[in-house]
């Protein structure tokens, strides 16, 4: 149980265009997703916090109109990279928190690697 | 603020023990968290400590001191495919993960 799946695992994409990530709870209800990045070699580190029918809590530094977070369900959010530049290239990590009798375990996705160019 | 550390590399023997250490200075705590890092992966759960002392699962432990802001995981009969990156993590409020730098392990022949 408790399986996070990302989509896509890896994404190339231009300069100036947009990519977006999901991150699914696959088999629990998960009111609360977290965005992460990580840099190589680097540990991660929060971007904001999605919780289910809200507006993402973002972390000091991170630029809320550049990454749009969207949880409009139980199981989905979604991280969308706008107008993406080479310094945005990194390693992307969803997690969701483990239901109701597992409140302080996070389970992660799997990442989604993300190469401007 | 939050403030994590931990070694950047530790290099150990196939069959040996190795313990990894992480000190934490946080402004709340609900709990720490160990995580296994594989590179190009997320991380995997690998303990949870909430309370002070040691907390063991197979080849695994992991130990915590709440008043001395300390934790070490504890890592048994290593093999190799235990290299990996250890991630030390912090709960405040909230449930927001704060995340050590991570120490690089190498277990060789």
């Known amino acids: 149980g408790a399986v996070v799946s990302q989509h896509p695992s890896w994404v190339i994409c231009k300069s100036g265009t947009s990519v977006k990530i999901e991150c699914r709870s696959l088999d629990f209800q998960a009111t609360t997703m977290f965005w992460y990045r990580q840099f190589p070699k680097q540990s991660l580190m929060l971007m904001a916090t999605s919780n289910e029918g809200s507006k993402a809590t973002y972390e000091q530094g991170v630029e809320k109109d550049k990454f749009l977070i969207n949880h409009a369900s139980l199981t989905l959010s979604t991280l969308t990279v706008t107008s993406a530049h080479p310094e945005d290239s990194s390693f992307y990590i969803c997690?969701?928190?483990?239901?109701?009798?597992?409140?302080?375990?996070?389970?992660f996705g799997p990442g989604t690697r993300l190469t401007v160019t | 603020g939050q403030n994590i550390d931990q070694p950047t590399e530790m290099t150990a023997t196939e069959g040996a023990i190795v313990q990894i250490n992480c000190t934490y200075q946080t402004s709340g705590f609900n709990g720490l968290f160990w995580y296994q890092q594989h590179a190009g992966e997320a991380p995997t759960f690998l303990s949870y400590?909430?309370?002070?002392g040691l907390e063991e699962k197979g080849r695994f432990s992991s130990f915590l001191s709440r008043s001395k802001g300390y934790s070490y995981l504890l890592l048994k009969e290593l093999q190799m495919k235990d290299s990996a990156s250890y991630l030390c993590?912090?709960?405040?409020?909230?449930?927001?993960?704060?995340f050590g730098t991570g120490t690089q392990l190498k277990v060789e022949l």
């Open positions: 400590n909430v309370l002070d």
């Open positions: 997690s969701a928190e483990g239901g109701r009798e597992k409140l302080h375990e996070q389970y």
């Open positions: 993590a912090v709960t405040g409020g909230g449930n927001k993960l704060t």
